[in-house]
């Protein structure tokens, strides 16, 4: 399936998932992660590797986790005004495992602990519409919490990397990154790495071999590229989309089919008509025009109608549609162009029949 706009290339990136449940401790999983982001980044054959927190299957760019947030200096006065943003807690080097340079800023490093200064990366849509034309570094965010949360500083801001999930695409790209670093948490974890070749097989190998010299007993899970990932995600969307396909196909075809029949007997029982005015002096060449000139007024009344109606359905499609918009200006055309020649071809063929018939002939067997 092809994907457009997402500021990487998700053939190029493998992904992976492991849940550390022989580290109970946050200083162990710590100790653990650091080991392996060392191990990968060390290999020969890896460009760059990174880690991150793994909510459900994050990795597959499905939606991460969401909250809303406060901007310093904002005030908010219904519940509703607070900016909602999805986050994510990754390690040092994430941005370039996924080949994406920071457009402003810097990256997360080693010195990000929980006793550093807490900070933050923001994505280029939060920063655009929260500081539009102007730098994004040195802003402060707060998670909106019951408790008391600290302030977060920006240092810098990255493309949009679908921390919306890849299934919502149509929603918000409002987006932060977290040090891993600095708040560590959960059990389940994510890798994306990038290799200094496109044979992905091998950089699978690589991979399973270096997490097995850390810890036999660590499983991973959902080895693949993004693009797999991707696509596993949308399987069910993506059938969906086939059968609908289908039926639209089959629904044009039997359009078509009706559209023939009706106007071809239409035009058929203007025979009398034809052949009065055939009689009186009419030339051929204009009674035909004027049929099939009746006959596309007729098909542009019925085009229009189905455009208001296909409007109203709009919103229903769109939720089964991945990427693509509810009204696709080239299907409606290819739909116009087809049910327009074949309007023409109803009418012409008994049109022409009836004019090249004699007169007489033709109200003898009418």
Same mark, same amino acid.
């Given at each position: 399936?092809?994907?457009?706009?997402?500021?990487?290339?998700?053939?190029?990136?493998?992904?992976?998932?492991?849940?550390?449940?022989?580290?109970?401790?946050?200083?162990? $999983? @710590?100790? !653990?992660?650091? *080991?392996? #982001?060392?191990?990968?980044?060390?290999?020969?054959?890896?460009?760059?590797?990174? +880690? =991150?927190?793994?909510?459900?299957?994050?990795?597959?760019?499905?939606?991460?986790?969401?909250?809303?947030?406060?901007?310093?200096?904002?005030?908010?006065?219904?519940?509703?005004?607070?900016?909602?943003?999805?986050?994510?807690?990754?390690?040092?080097?994430?941005?370039?495992?996924?080949?994406?340079?920071?457009?402003?800023?810097?990256?997360?490093?080693?010195?990000?602990?929980?006793?550093?200064?807490?900070?933050?990366?923001?994505?280029?849509?939060?920063?655009?519409?929260?500081?539009?034309?102007?730098?994004?570094?040195?802003? $402060? @965010?707060? !998670?909106?919490? *019951?408790? #008391?949360?600290?302030?977060?500083?920006?240092?810098?801001?990255?493309?949009?990397? +679908? =921390?919306?999930?890849?299934?919502?695409?149509?929603?918000?790209?409002?987006?932060?990154?977290?040090?891993?670093?600095?708040?560590?948490?959960?059990?389940?974890?994510?890798?994306?790495?990038?290799?200094?070749?496109?044979?992905?097989?091998?950089?699978?190998?690589?991979?399973?071999?270096?997490?097995?010299?850390?810890?036999?007993?660590?499983?991973?899970?959902?080895?693949?590229?993004?693009?797999?990932?991707?696509?596993?995600?949308?399987?069910?969307?993506?059938?969906?989309?086939?059968?609908?396909?289908?039926?639209?196909?089959?629904?044009?075809?039997?359009?078509?089919?009706?559209?023939?029949?009706?106007?071809?007997?239409?035009?058929?029982?203007?025979?009398?008509?034809?052949?009065?005015?055939?009689?009186?002096?009419?030339?051929?060449?204009?009674?035909?025009?004027?049929?099939?000139?009746?006959?596309?007024?007729?098909?542009?009344?019925?085009?229009?109608?189905?455009?208001?109606?296909?409007?109203?359905?709009?919103?229903?499609?769109?939720?089964?549609?991945?990427?693509?918009?509810?009204?696709?200006?080239?299907?409606?055309?290819?739909?116009?162009?087809?049910?327009?020649?074949?309007?023409?071809?109803?009418?012409?063929?008994?049109?022409?029949?009836?004019?090249?018939?004699?007169?007489?002939?033709?109200?003898?067997?009418?």
């Amino acid at each position: 399936m092809k994907y457009s706009n997402l500021n990487f290339d998700p053939d190029t990136i493998l992904s992976a998932g492991a849940v550390l449940v022989d580290y109970p401790t946050v200083e162990e $999983r @710590v100790a !653990f992660i650091k *080991r392996a #982001e060392a191990a990968l980044n060390e290999h020969p054959e890896i460009e760059a590797a990174a +880690l =991150l927190q793994r909510y459900h299957s994050t990795v597959r760019l499905v939606e991460a986790l969401g909250s809303y947030v406060l901007i310093d200096g904002e005030s908010y006065a219904r519940e509703e005004d607070y900016p909602y943003v999805h986050y994510n807690r990754i390690t040092p080097g994430f941005f370039r495992a996924m080949g994406v340079d920071l457009l402003e800023g810097r990256d997360f490093n080693l010195s990000d602990t929980p006793d550093s200064l807490p900070v933050l990366v923001v994505n280029r849509s939060f920063a655009s519409r929260h500081w539009p034309g102007e730098s994004a570094l040195g802003k $402060r @965010v707060k !998670f909106r919490s *019951r408790n #008391e949360r600290p302030w977060l500083t920006v240092i810098g801001v990255v493309p949009d990397l +679908l =921390l919306q999930g890849i299934e919502n695409r149509r929603a918000p790209e409002d987006g932060l990154y977290l040090p891993y670093y600095q708040q560590p948490r959960y059990l389940s974890i994510g890798m994306v790495l990038r290799g200094k070749t496109d044979n992905m097989s091998r950089l699978a190998t690589v991979l399973r071999t270096e997490m097995r010299k850390l810890d036999p007993n660590l499983g991973l899970m959902e080895v693949e590229t993004l693009r797999e990932g991707m696509d596993q995600v949308l399987i069910t969307r993506n059938i969906l989309t086939n059968v609908l396909l289908l039926f639209g196909a089959l629904s044009l075809l039997l359009a078509s089919l009706g559209l023939f029949g009706v106007m071809n007997f239409s035009v058929g029982q203007k025979g009398v008509e034809i052949a009065i005015r055939m009689a009186l002096g009419a030339p051929g060449g204009r009674l035909l025009l004027s049929v099939m000139k009746a006959g596309m007024r007729q098909l542009g009344y019925g085009l229009a109608l189905g455009w208001l109606i296909s409007i109203g359905l709009a919103g229903i499609l769109e939720a089964f549609l991945y990427d693509v918009d509810s009204i696709d200006l080239q299907v409606c055309l290819v739909v116009i162009f087809v049910l327009s020649f074949v309007c023409m071809v109803s009418c012409y063929l008994p049109a022409r029949r009836a004019v090249l018939t004699q007169p007489m002939e033709l109200l003898r067997y009418q």
